[in-house]
């Protein structure tokens, strides 16, 4: 197994953080890191915020349900779906581009290309001996944000990543079954391989949660998600995303 493997395989989310800042050469690398991912068509749909203003820290954190880890840590960097910068272009070479920017595509393209740059980003931190913890929290109110870290129309902060000096390590969660994420040729939708995949899942979650917290949480993976997706959250978002005139038409 080589390194990059190991450093993806490694991956686990950390919240505990020195009051360190990243040196400017350790920011530089992440980003680049980031720019090197994959890009539709390289149209380039993202860009990255990094937060290093404390009080700005501090109101992030605050917004994302008062996180400690978003305000303490090494640097945090937000990534944004942006097609502000395509606008302009249209507007500078006078081409119409705005109904080809307004297409719920362009928007799908504008989130996988964020994405995928946040990926590289977080195993390229995680690969320098740093810990990243993905705060999607930013989402609790997004005007707020935009108005915090002053983003432009088409612009949309999506989710932040936390890096830092861990001070503390915690277990690795273990994931879904290879089978059960793993189709060959075509979806299997037998149902009850697939309820099978999960109760057997269920019990490797709630025996991870039993021996982390000394039996005091033994809950499962189906119930964690059925009861957090019974509450309706966010919900605000479809309104937000057509008001910063990205229309998903």
Same mark, same amino acid.
């Given at each position: 197994? %080589?390194?990059?493997? =190991? $450093? /993806?395989?490694?991956? +686990?989310?950390? &919240?505990?953080?020195?009051?360190?800042?990243?040196?400017?050469?350790?920011?530089?690398?992440?980003? =680049?890191?980031?720019?090197?991912?994959? $890009?539709?068509?390289?149209?380039?749909?993202?860009? @990255?915020?990094?937060?290093?203003?404390?009080? +700005?820290? &501090?109101?992030?954190? #605050?917004?994302?349900?008062?996180? #400690?880890?978003?305000? @303490?840590?090494?640097?945090?960097?937000?990534?944004?779906?942006?097609?502000?910068?395509?606008?302009?272009?249209?507007?500078?070479?006078?081409?119409?581009?705005?109904?080809? @920017?307004?297409? $719920?595509?362009?928007?799908?393209?504008?989130? /996988?290309?964020?994405?995928?740059?946040?990926?590289?980003?977080?195993?390229?931190?995680?690969?320098?001996?740093?810990?990243?913890?993905?705060?999607?929290?930013?989402?609790?109110?997004?005007?707020?944000?935009?108005?915090?870290?002053?983003?432009? *129309? +088409?612009?949309?902060?999506?989710?932040?990543?936390?890096?830092?000096?861990?001070?503390?390590?915690?277990?690795?969660?273990? &994931?879904?079954?290879?089978?059960? /994420?793993?189709? *060959?040729?075509?979806?299997?939708?037998?149902? #009850?391989?697939?309820? #099978?995949?999960?109760?057997?899942?269920?019990?490797? /979650?709630? %025996?991870?949660?039993?021996? &982390?917290?000394?039996?005091? +949480? $033994?809950? =499962?993976?189906?119930?964690?998600?059925?009861?957090?997706?019974?509450?309706?959250?966010?919900?605000?978002?479809?309104?937000?995303?057509?008001?910063?005139?990205?229309?998903?038409?």
């Amino acid at each position: 197994m %080589n390194e990059v493997i =190991s $450093t /993806i395989l490694n991956h +686990r989310s950390l &919240r505990h953080f020195e009051d360190q800042p990243l040196t400017d050469e350790q920011i530089k690398t992440i980003v =680049s890191c980031a720019q090197a991912a994959p $890009t539709s068509s390289f149209v380039q749909a993202y860009s @990255i915020i990094g937060v290093k203003d404390q009080e +700005r820290k &501090r109101k992030l954190a #605050e917004i994302a349900g008062n996180q #400690e880890y978003v305000a @303490i840590n090494g640097h945090f960097f937000v990534f944004c779906a942006d097609l502000y910068r395509h606008q302009l272009i249209g507007e500078h070479h006078q081409k119409e581009v705005l109904p080809s @920017i307004q297409s $719920t595509e362009k928007f799908m393209v504008a989130l /996988i290309d964020a994405a995928l740059a946040a990926q590289n980003a977080a195993i390229a931190a995680e690969s320098m001996g740093l810990g990243i913890c993905y705060i999607g929290g930013i989402r609790n109110n997004l005007e707020e944000v935009k108005q915090l870290l002053k983003t432009p *129309e +088409r612009v949309i902060p999506l989710f932040g990543i936390a890096v830092g000096y861990p001070t503390k390590l915690t277990g690795q969660k273990p &994931r879904l079954p290879f089978e059960h /994420i793993y189709h *060959e040729d075509e979806y299997e939708q037998d149902q #009850e391989v697939y309820l #099978e995949q999960l109760k057997e899942y269920d019990e490797l /979650i709630s %025996n991870y949660y039993r021996d &982390r917290t000394g039996g005091k +949480r $033994t809950d =499962s993976w189906t119930e964690q998600m059925a009861a957090m997706l019974e509450k309706q959250s966010r919900m605000y978002m479809k309104d937000f995303v057509q008001k910063n005139k990205m229309d998903l038409r």
